[in-house]
């Protein structure tokens, strides 16, 4: 090796701390926000940006759709196709590619929606709002939210970790074909949910099917940091294989955030999944290829799923609401508290 | 009037049937149970989405003016309270409305309106394991409802199994309040590791009424202070020696623990009521006796007598500590004995911090005066106290008392020091000297 190539070496061994920092998730996401910023007019930045602290901000999320939850931050409608593309650029940074996924097909069906209802001003891709609160930083806490009818992300970044809790996905329709295609937003939390259900013995289906209605999410929006007593089945009580079939099915939620936060929030899930319970209420069958109509519920100590078809529409099994909560950690206030 | 609530109405039907993106059919009632020390909460949350607003309206809106006046709201959370019942281990519990929040009509019109209700009631005190029920009548015909228990900040209550009725209005579940400083488990049902926390919680509780009983510790502190001494023609004179100041010790302190035992017991069943009001005067009182006699004997011979029978008074006081406590005679018993043992025990083991230094002071000439300031202290504290509980009048030594009080540690290293001199100066001081001597 010769001494050129040696320092062309040297220099590449001394880049890579360097490189790597700087192609940490939570370094590409601060560039993507900033970048989005900069291609704001002040006044827009001014509606977009929040400080961290405030809580009336960081609760203005519903199923809802924007005329009855007025949200703020600025609507992908008003922006410009360049600030839009930064704007999505920059929501893609901080999810996973399945949770981008899920995402985008959870904003397109609202357009679905719009078009199914004559065009009804209430619904569409352009009524979702990003905002930011706080200063975007690979240190400082601060959070990203986007959201619209039918969603709610509340993703807060701390240093390397990011927390997706409390988040909501939701869809209307449930199922629809898009270019010959059939997409369902939502449709592994309930094929996933279902197979769990239908590997459980008779045994341990009489633990975890409760014997009453839930009508709704005993936990959406509104009800933060409350942690109701579990019911239903414990993990304990069921085998390696229906254990990783809840995971899995959990995975659904945590896995939305990009992959280092989801691995960590992971982590967590799995030293609590003993005292992790699964709860069913409802019709145990379901049509292949489409949702039931069941209400179920995963609880652990940092972890809160509800899923809750909605009857509204006609057709429950097309009107799915589901809520994500680390009732310990709700916003990152684990993190972010002194 | 009429018309606006036709014209409301009419808008809504209008708007719902635009609106149908949401649930809004259903009158959404989630209920979520909060148990707590000798407390339940509920706090109910009220949603009418917009198709069923109408019906809502009529039974809140009563004149149908479109307005809701906080008359009619509050008119509306009573009826409300009174479609809801609250039961534990079978008894019914008033519920108390303790907070109200009505959202904007606008919001309520779109189907957004959250009427919040918290309502709370006291739980009559019963055993460790117990039965709460709670129903949920409200609009039966449009309600959907959600119960849920919340997981009980108190970690030693713990939620058991729930059920329901299929609709959610019915909702009952079990809970155990396992507590350090509670009663002792009802019999039923109460497993042998509940009843020995039980009772070592009392254990725990005497001891903590005594360390935080100031006027119970300077009585007895008070009372031992001439003790070590003998009284000769109306005045304290001479040390009576190692032996007979610590037999007289012993006496009073158990003469004190048979007068509280007897009324802690009598009262704690229920033989004797002593009015608490009448009680604190007497034990005021109690340690300015004390005080005085502390400085010139007023009843010599007669202290294990005297303590006795202020005994008695103080032990009265200690029942109301524990009143209620006893579910039946069994329980009273181990409930009176684990607070009397942990009373016992505090004061053991404050004798055993103070008595020895007492015991060598007494043998000096420093005795005198520690005696005669002690005592002073004593009485001044007394007459604050005396006046504060029989006349209502400000006192502003109670405080100072206090804080003395929380610094026990220092005040008995205070005391140990001065022991120390004192023994010191006996011994390698020559006699004559104008310090401390051998009385």
């Known amino acids: 090796?010769?001494?050129?190539?040696?320092?062309?070496?040297?220099?590449?061994?001394?880049?890579?701390?360097?490189?790597?920092?700087?192609?940490?998730?939570?370094?590409?996401?601060?560039?993507?926000?900033?970048?989005?910023?900069?291609?704001?007019?002040?006044?827009?930045?001014?509606?977009?940006?929040?400080?961290?602290?405030?809580?009336?901000?960081?609760?203005?999320?519903?199923?809802?759709?924007?005329?009855?939850?007025?949200?703020?931050?600025?609507?992908?409608?008003?922006?410009?196709?360049?600030?839009?593309?930064?704007?999505?650029?920059?929501?893609?940074?901080?999810?996973?590619?399945?949770?981008?996924?899920?995402?985008?097909?959870?904003?397109?069906?609202?357009?679905?929606?719009?078009?199914?209802?004559?065009?009804?001003?209430?619904?569409?891709?352009?009524?979702?709002?990003?905002?930011?609160?706080?200063?975007?930083?690979?240190?400082?806490?601060?959070?990203?939210?986007?959201?619209?009818?039918?969603?709610?992300?509340?993703?807060?970044?701390?240093?390397?970790?990011?927390?997706?809790?409390?988040?909501?996905?939701?869809?209307?329709?449930?199922?629809?074909?898009?270019?010959?295609?059939?997409?369902?937003?939502?449709?592994?939390?309930?094929?996933?949910?279902?197979?769990?259900?239908?590997?459980?013995?008779?045994?341990?289906?009489?633990?975890?099917?409760?014997?009453?209605?839930?009508?709704?999410?005993?936990?959406?929006?509104?009800?933060d940091g409350k942690t109701i007593q579990p019911e239903g089945l414990k993990a304990t009580s069921m085998n390696e294989g229906q254990r990783a079939m809840l995971v899995d099915l959990i995975a659904e939620w945590s896995g939305i955030v990009h992959e280092s936060a989801a691995a960590a929030r992971m982590a967590e899930i799995m030293s609590g999944l003993n005292d992790t319970w699964f709860a069913w209420s409802g019709s145990t069958t379901h049509a292949e290829g489409h949702a039931g109509t069941a209400y179920y519920r995963i609880q652990g100590p940092a972890l809160v799923i509800e899923y809750a078809p909605q009857p509204l529409g006609g057709d429950p099994t097309n009107h799915i609401h589901t809520i994500y909560r680390d009732p310990t950690n709700d916003y990152g206030r684990k993190l972010t508290s002194k | 009037m009429r018309r606006s609530l036709t014209v409301t109405v009419a808008l809504l039907l209008s708007f719902a049937t635009r609106a149908d993106a949401h649930q809004l059919d259903e009158y959404v009632q989630a209920s979520k149970i909060a148990v707590a020390r000798d407390l339940v909460r509920v706090e109910l949350r009220l949603t009418p989405g917009v198709k069923v607003l109408s019906r809502v309206l009529a039974v809140i809106d009563t004149n149908g003016d479109g307005i809701l006046s906080p008359v009619e709201q509050r008119t509306y959370a009573e009826r409300v309270r009174r479609d809801l019942s609250l039961a534990v281990d079978g008894r019914l519990l008033s519920l108390r409305l303790v907070t109200?929040?009505?959202?904007?009509?606008?919001?309520?019109?779109?189907?957004?309106?959250?009427?919040?209700?918290?309502?709370?009631?006291?739980?009559?005190?019963?055993?460790?394991?117990?039965?709460?029920?709670?129903?949920?009548?409200?609009?039966?015909?449009?309600?959907?409802?959600?119960?849920?228990?919340?997981?009980?900040?108190?970690?030693?209550?713990?939620?058991?199994?729930?059920?329901?009725?299929?609709?959610?209005?019915?909702?009952?579940?079990?809970?155990?309040?396992?507590?350090?400083?509670?009663?002792?488990?009802?019999?039923?049902?109460?497993?042998?590791?509940?009843?020995?926390?039980?009772?070592?919680?009392?254990?725990?509780?005497?001891?903590?009424?005594?360390?935080?009983?100031?006027?119970?510790?300077?009585?007895l502190l008070v009372l031992l202070l001439p003790a070590p001494l003998a009284a000769v023609a109306g005045r304290w004179g001479r040390y009576a020696g190692a032996r007979q100041g610590a037999a007289r010790l012993l006496r009073i302190v158990t003469s004190f623990t048979i007068g509280h035992s007897l009324t802690l017991a009598a009262a704690a069943s229920g033989v004797v009521r002593a009015p608490s009001g009448i009680v604190e005067v007497l034990i005021a009182l109690s340690i300015l006796v004390s005080a005085v006699h502390a400085m010139r004997p007023i009843f010599p011979g007669r202290e294990a007598l005297v303590a006795a029978g202020f005994g008695l008074v103080h032990g009265c006081a200690f029942a109301t500590t524990i009143a209620g406590y006893g579910i039946d005679p069994w329980h009273t018993v181990l409930t009176v004995l684990g607070f009397n043992v942990g009373i016992e025990l505090m004061q053991v083991a404050i004798l055993v911090a103070t008595v020895p230094w007492l015991l060598s002071l007494a043998r000096t000439t420093a005795y005198a005066p520690l005696r005669v300031c002690g005592a002073g202290a004593g009485a001044v504290a007394a007459l604050g106290w005396i006046g504060e509980r029989a006349f209502g009048m400000a006192n502003p030594i109670g405080p100072l008392v206090d804080a003395a009080a929380s610094h026990g540690p220092l005040l008995i290293a205070a005391l140990a020091a001065t022991a120390l001199l004192a023994e010191w100066r006996v011994r390698f001081v020559p006699r004559g000297s104008p310090f401390v001597t051998r009385r």
């Open chain 1, 1 to 223: 090796m010769n001494a050129s190539m040696r320092t062309v070496c040297l220099a590449l061994i001394c880049a890579l701390p360097v490189v790597a920092r700087a192609q940490s998730p939570t370094a590409r996401i601060v560039r993507n926000a900033n970048a989005f910023l900069a291609t704001l007019e002040p006044a827009q930045k001014q509606r977009v940006l929040f400080a961290f602290d405030d809580d009336k901000q960081r609760v203005r999320w519903s199923n809802l759709p924007n005329r009855m939850v007025q949200r703020a931050g600025l609507s992908m409608g008003e922006l410009t196709p360049a600030q839009r593309s930064a704007a999505t650029k920059l929501l893609a940074s901080a999810l996973s590619p399945r949770g981008f996924e899920k995402v985008q097909q959870i904003v397109e069906g609202d357009e679905v929606l719009k078009r199914n209802e004559n065009n009804n001003p209430m619904f569409g891709r352009d009524l979702f709002f990003v905002s930011i609160l706080g200063t975007p930083s690979e240190t400082a806490p601060w959070m990203l939210q986007f959201g619209g009818h039918h969603l709610a992300l509340n993703i807060t970044i701390v240093g390397a970790q990011g927390v997706l809790t409390p988040s909501l996905t939701a869809a209307q329709p449930a199922l629809y074909t898009e270019n010959g295609k059939t997409v369902r937003p939502l449709g592994a939390e309930s094929d996933k949910a279902f197979a769990l259900l239908n590997s459980l013995d008779s045994a341990q289906r009489a633990k975890a099917i409760l014997n009453y209605r839930v009508a709704d999410l005993v936990l959406g929006p509104g009800q």
């Open chain 2, 100 to 219: 109200l929040g009505f959202p904007d009509m606008a919001d309520m019109k779109e189907g957004l309106g959250e009427i919040r209700m918290d309502f709370e009631a006291a739980v009559p005190v019963g055993g460790v394991d117990r039965t709460l029920t709670f129903e949920n009548q409200h609009l039966r015909d449009v309600a959907v409802y959600l119960a849920n228990a919340l997981v009980p900040q108190d970690s030693a209550i713990r939620i058991g199994a729930q059920r329901r009725s299929y609709e959610q209005a019915s909702f009952t579940f079990e809970y155990s309040q396992t507590d350090s400083s509670r009663p002792l488990a009802r019999a039923t049902g109460a497993s042998p590791a509940s009843e020995a926390a039980g009772y070592f919680g009392m254990v725990r509780l005497g001891m903590h009424h005594i360390a935080e009983g100031t006027d119970h510790l300077l009585f």
